[in-house]
């Protein structure tokens, strides 16, 4: 009895040795802007090109949004998508534009004033 836990204590050492192989090399070549080996592609998002990779006990969210913010987050599986960062970009983040037949002058709507 002895012998098998020790045998199952060996592989499950090794698998998760392989699991933090693994997510180290997809991280490092998802920051390069290359595409990762050891994980495959769950999601992309329709914020500018943000995309999910699931691995072993890993997920990556490469995150390529229209306000600038490009990172990668890696984590367990339960990571989360956030749809609130942001990359300070130069383009202000506005809401809808006023729908009217009159001229209104730039600097209002850059400064929210309808």
């Known amino acids: ?7 199952l ?6 698998l998760l040795l392989f ?3 693994f997510a180290w090399i997809d991280f490092s ?9 050891f ?3 769950i999601a992309v998002y329709k914020d500018g090109g943000t995309k999910e990779y699931l691995g ?14 490009e ?8 990571l989360a998508y956030d749809n609130n960062l942001d990359g300070g970009g130069p383009f202000p ?12 002058p730039l600097q209002n709507i850059l400064n929210g004033i309808p």
């Open 1 to 7: 009895m002895k012998k098998g836990i020790k045998i």
């Open 9 to 14: 204590a060996i592989t499950l050492g090794i």
């Open 19 to 21: 699991a933090l192989l």
């Open 29 to 37: 070549r998802v920051q390069q802007g290359k595409f990762p080996l």
């Open 39 to 41: 994980s495959f592609c």
């Open 56 to 69: 072993l006990g890993y997920k990556i969210i490469d995150y390529h949004k229209v306000n600038c913010y």
């Open 71 to 78: 990172k990668a987050h890696i984590g367990t599986w339960f």
């Open 93 to 104: 983040v506005m809401g809808p534009l006023p729908l009217t037949n009159e001229l209104v």
